[in-house]
């Protein structure tokens, strides 16, 4: 497999369910969280000798770290209208770029909060915080 750079990384949300999905690579400085976790449940019984653990639904929370960038369809634009969302919105993200056959997460996800901190001598910079809706997809870019 051939070594990769974060440089390449893909990151695009919709502005509503359903729409069609805004690429904010070129906003997009780090997303963390992908692929998430697996919860566990613990169904250790008298007399084991070490835990047993059942595998349970997908738990997936992540963040996007962006550029602020207000021009129609950049990054704040994009996402801050997420308090009136009434349905998930589509996501995708490619770590490695989209080139054929590097791992692609999708699926449908919430923006939870926004943190927005504001320094008077830094870029504006903001990070979406996302819950995704009834797990996600685990594939590769075509």
Request: with cysteine; hydrophobic share 35%.
């Amino acid at each position: 497999m051939p070594i990769t750079h974060g440089k390449n990384l893909y990151f695009a949300i919709s502005v509503i369910s359903g729409g069609t999905l805004i690429p904010l690579t070129a906003y997009t400085q780090e997303v963390n969280g992908l692929p998430g976790e697996k919860e566990m449940g613990d169904v250790t019984v008298g007399g084991a000798s070490g835990h047993k653990w059942f595998p349970g639904l997908q738990k997936v929370s992540f963040s996007a770290k962006m550029v602020m960038n207000t021009v129609s369809a950049g990054s704040w634009d994009t996402c801050k209208s997420f308090q009136a969302d009434t349905a998930p919105r589509l996501f995708s993200f490619c770590p490695a770029g989209t080139t054929a056959g590097y791992p692609m997460y999708t699926g449908n996800c919430w923006i939870k909060t926004i943190d927005f901190p504001v320094s008077a001598t830094e870029l504006n910079k903001f990070t979406i915080n996302c819950e995704a809706d009834d797990g996600i997809t685990v594939g590769v870019a075509t």
